[in-house]
């Protein structure tokens, strides 16, 4: 089993979701738990595509992290 970090954008009118490990695997939605179900298809569509085309899957390698701050 493989854990690929997924970023989570907020846009003005939905949000938009993207894998660092697999470019231009990207989705959108209203909510974040939309965006999680998206994703999961996405993710797994990306993976059968690079299969099929004989590409080796990579090995998720972001890591994610936050930074916590007070701002003035």
């Not at 003005?12 to 994703?39: F, H, Q, W």
């Not at 690079?50 to 890591?63: A, C, K, N």
């Amino acid at each position: 089993m493989r854990k690929y970090a997924v970023v989570i954008e907020y846009g003005p009118n939905n949000l938009s979701a993207y894998v660092p490990d697999l470019p231009g695997c990207v989705t959108t939605g209203k909510t974040v738990e939309e965006i999680e179900r998206n994703m999961r298809e996405a993710i797994e569509l990306h993976l059968e595509g690079m299969i099929e085309d004989g590409e080796p899957i990579p090995e998720p390698s972001t890591r994610v992290s936050y930074v916590e701050l007070q701002v003035a």
